[in-house]
């Protein structure tokens, strides 16, 4: 079996492995030296595994140690208050410990045959150590999680409004009501504000320190167990899992047929960048707990779905046939495309006025600039440069050529644009965006249906 084929197994019931090029173990055969991935960290639910290190080896086993970070906690029942041994390590210093560790245990292991006993030993040892640091009892309870953005004014804030409505408890009366509310609003503003404030500080500082932006979008994921009731068409909700099902296979079969498949490395490159999109189907048809047990080929099987290689082959296909029947025209989009880009930075003014015939180009660009800031008010400093669309036509002697503007920047058009809806200023001329063709024949046809509508009315 290769080792591609020893993926696909895990892939088609449903599990996904985190180490996919580090190598996780190593033994010495005949004097060569063999590594591979066999010791593996398996998931369904990549939201639940914050990270996985490899660590060094315990003892002479030829297996690595993996130490892996979990996004969960222990449940509890805080509805009973335990009374437990707490060790408090900031009353012994590192130096007694170091001093503990290296005189009043002995390291070595009496044994290096069996790993389990290795570990056991290995573990009588740590408790050991940590059996000389002072212990003090406290009670297990559902004291608040400590926020990012907490500090100690929130906690006395916290403080002061949970103390107020325990006032409150003892005596309902008016004055205690209003003082907790007050101080319930207070601590929500406050929380509120600092909340904000390290929100914008770690998206700020994104570039350098992304560890916290990441780590609180991690701990700001909810991780959903199962599919919610849907809607049906008929506007009635579904009651079972069954149900659901089948609402979602009505769904995804409206929009998807299916096709012989493919070969997938041929016509999609990357195998590691096809499984990455996969997995988001494969996650999803897992949460549906009719078939969510079921291998994913037969998951696809039961709900008339394709994989993400047969549907890309299809929208290829489909492309392809509207590129060869000309019903789409990749040439002018293209065309359209470039006309915008170059016209980002530019407004237009209609009617404006001619310079004099007789003048040069220089002087002809100095009265349309003079126009600019003095008429119609645009600070030269703003001005890249302007000119006259089109040609002169003498056989239209009151033709005016529009006169187009170059910003400086995208933000100075949407300024003197009023965000694309044209400006008219004091001296009664309409400052507008520049757009090309296809822009100007989509707005006049909107403004035909726009005027339809209303006669209709």
């Known amino acids: 079996m290769t080792q591609q084929e020893f993926m696909d197994i895990f892939n088609e019931n449903g599990l996904t492995w985190y180490f996919t090029y580090d190598t996780t173990r190593r033994r010495l055969v005949k004097e060569t030296l063999q590594e591979s991935l066999l010791d593996q960290v398996l998931y369904t639910n990549d939201a639940l595994v914050n990270g996985c290190k490899i660590v060094s080896p315990l003892g002479r086993s030829d297996h690595v140690g993996i130490m892996v970070d979990l996004v969960v906690s222990p449940s509890a029942d805080t509805s009973v208050k335990q009374k437990v041994l707490k060790p408090i390590w900031g009353k012994v210093s590192s130096e007694k410990l170091l001093n503990i560790s290296i005189n009043d245990i002995i390291w070595d292991y009496s044994s290096t045959n069996n790993v389990q006993d290795m570990w056991a030993e290995l573990h009588c040892k740590l408790e050991a150590v940590a059996a000389t640091v002072p212990a003090a009892s406290v009670y297990l309870d559902n004291r608040p999680v400590k926020l990012p953005w907490s500090s100690t004014a929130l906690k006395r804030m916290r403080k ?6 325990a006032e409150f408890d003892i005596d309902p009366s008016d004055i205690n009501l209003s003082n907790a509310m007050s101080k319930q609003h207070t601590f929500e503003e406050e929380e509120f504000k600092a909340k904000v404030s390290y929100e914008k500080k770690i998206t700020s500082d994104l570039k350098h320190n992304s560890k916290a932006f990441y780590a609180y979008l991690r701990n ?6 199962s599919v919610v009731s849907l809607d049906r068409r008929d506007g009635t909700r579904t009651d079972t899992s069954a149900e659901a099902a089948e609402v979602l296979a009505t769904a995804f079969s409206s929009v998807f047929v299916h096709e012989p ?13 096809v499984l990455e999109l996969e997995s988001v189907q494969r996650r999803f048809t897992r949460l549906i707990d009719e078939v969510g047990t079921l291998p994913y080929s037969r998951r696809l099987e039961i709900l008339n779905l394709t994989t993400l290689a047969e549907r890309r082959i299809r929208g290829d296909l489909i492309e392809a046939f509207k590129a060869t029947s000309g019903l789409t025209d990749y040439g002018q989009m293209d065309a359209d495309k470039v006309e915008r880009e170059k016209r980002r930075s530019n407004v237009v003014v209609l009617s404006a006025p001619e310079p004099e015939k ?6 002809k660009k100095k009265e349309d600039k003079d126009f600019c800031s003095k008429v119609l008010g645009i600070p030269l400093k703003d001005v890249e440069t302007c000119w006259r669309a089109g040609k002169i036509d003498n056989s239209k002697p009151d033709y005016l050529r529009p006169l187009v503007i170059k910003l400086k920047s995208e933000g100075l058009v949407q300024e003197w644009t009023k965000e694309g809806k044209g400006y008219k200023t004091e001296s009664g001329f309409w400052i507008n965006k520049d757009l090309c063709a296809a822009d100007r024949k989509a707005n006049f046809l909107a403004r035909e249906q726009r005027r339809t509508r209303l006669q209709k009315k």
């Open 160 to 165: 002061n409004k949970d103390r107020a409505w």
């Open 220 to 225: 700001k994921r909810q991780v959903k167990s």
């Open 261 to 273: 498949p493919e070969s997938i490395l041929a016509a999609h490159g990357n195998w590691a960048t």
């Open 358 to 363: 007789e003048a040069s180009a220089e002087q």
